[in-house]
């Protein structure tokens, strides 16, 4: 297959159209067959869910391919369940995994020609996400649904090498108690969008969320959960039940614990404590995880020991690990790589 000419060096976090998408629609109580479409057009009705009530939910993963040229994807499986809690919470059908899984493998294999080469750093990236198509004014969950899965070759995101990041800890809350905030939900971003353009303006990469009840113990940032190394090389995550579970922050801790021996713990981490610890870093899939040197609470700079020039010394066995096991150039876990050609 002869890969498009594409300077995959040079690509940044952009959409550029590929040739398929897949498509199914629900009506009538079940899911078409899905097709495989050249259109990257929707046509819906200009009083959908949606539009109207922000009903959609979405997916994030990546292809690639591995060192020894095959193309794979990055457990999916999770992806399928993730997306099932989501459309549930949202009054929305279920896309059966098996078949989540299979439109992944088809509409990667079609394709294929976006799928950057080894070495390059670049990866697809796929966005599978449903949404209410039908008109609905009365406040009522849709009753057709479209589910598309678009794929766009992305950057390395460390182009020009890893920098670590400047975040501050944000007034505003990004979920509430109870809420929606451990579903991957476009309506979590639509009111996180003036706080990150914020935080942009007033100098910081990113906004840390803190649980919205109290307001005292560590959330997430807008978009990747949160790792703490501890001085004697514990690594923490927070514990929270407003946290979007990050598929990557999932397989970091099994990486820390089964792969290099390291004690892990998902517990409850109070803003007060993190000035102890040595090491801090993002997670999600795009970046598998980008490093925070400096945390600023309202004027206050927490400096992490790891500086701002490279990532932490844990941080870095971390992702070293976790990309080899990607790349397949270390042994994965059962089910980890899911194999597409
Ligand atoms: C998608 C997402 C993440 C990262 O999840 P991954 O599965 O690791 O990509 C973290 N936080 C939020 C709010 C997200 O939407």
């Not at 300077?7 to 976090?13: A, I, K, S, V």
């Not at 629900?26 to 046509?43: A, E, H, Q, R, Y």
């Amino acid at each position: 297959m002869e890969k498009k000419n594409i300077n995959w060096g040079e690509l940044g976090f952009g959409y550029m159209p590929t040739d398929y998408r897949f498509i199914s629609n629900w009506k009538d109580g079940k899911w078409d067959d899905g097709v495989l479409s050249t259109d990257p057009n929707v046509v819906i009705s200009e009083c959908a869910g949606v539009l109207q009530y922000a009903q959609t939910v979405f997916e994030g993963l990546k292809a690639y391919t591995t060192e020894d040229g095959r193309i794979v994807c990055f457990r999916p499986d999770l992806n399928a369940d993730r997306l099932e809690a989501s459309c549930k919470r949202l009054q929305m059908p279920v896309f059966p995994k098996d078949r989540f899984i299979e439109a992944v493998r088809e509409v990667v294999k079609a394709n294929a020609a976006y799928v950057p080469p080894f070495g390059s750093g670049a990866t697809l990236y796929l966005r599978p996400y449903m949404f209410g198509s039908d008109a609905v004014i009365g406040v009522k969950p849709a009753t057709e649904y479209q589910f598309r899965i678009l794929c766009t070759p992305v950057g390395p995101y460390f182009k020009g090498g890893v920098k670590p990041l400047t975040v501050r800890i944000s007034d505003l809350d990004r979920a509430a108690p109870k809420g929606t905030g451990n579903i991957k939900a476009g309506l979590n971003y639509a009111m996180s969008l003036y706080n990150i353009v914020d935080a942009h303006n007033c100098g910081f990469d990113e906004n840390i969320y803190l649980d919205p009840g109290t307001r005292t113990k560590i959330e997430e940032t807008g978009g990747a959960n949160i790792l703490f190394v501890t001085k004697d090389n514990k690594v923490l995550t927070p514990k929270s039940d407003s946290i979007l579970p990050s598929i990557t922050r999932r397989s970091l801790m099994y990486v820390a614990k089964e792969y290099l021996g390291l004690e892990v713990e998902e517990r409850e981490i109070e803003l007060a404590e993190i000035a102890d610890f040595a090491e801090c870093g993002l997670c999600g899939t795009a970046a598998v995880i980008s490093p925070d040197g400096k945390i600023v609470d309202h004027g206050k700079e927490i400096c992490f020991p790891a500086g701002m020039t490279e990532m932490g010394p844990v941080t870095k066995k971390l992702y070293d690990t976790l990309t080899g096991i990607q790349m397949g150039k270390l042994p994965a876990p059962e089910g980890w790589i899911e194999e597409i050609m």
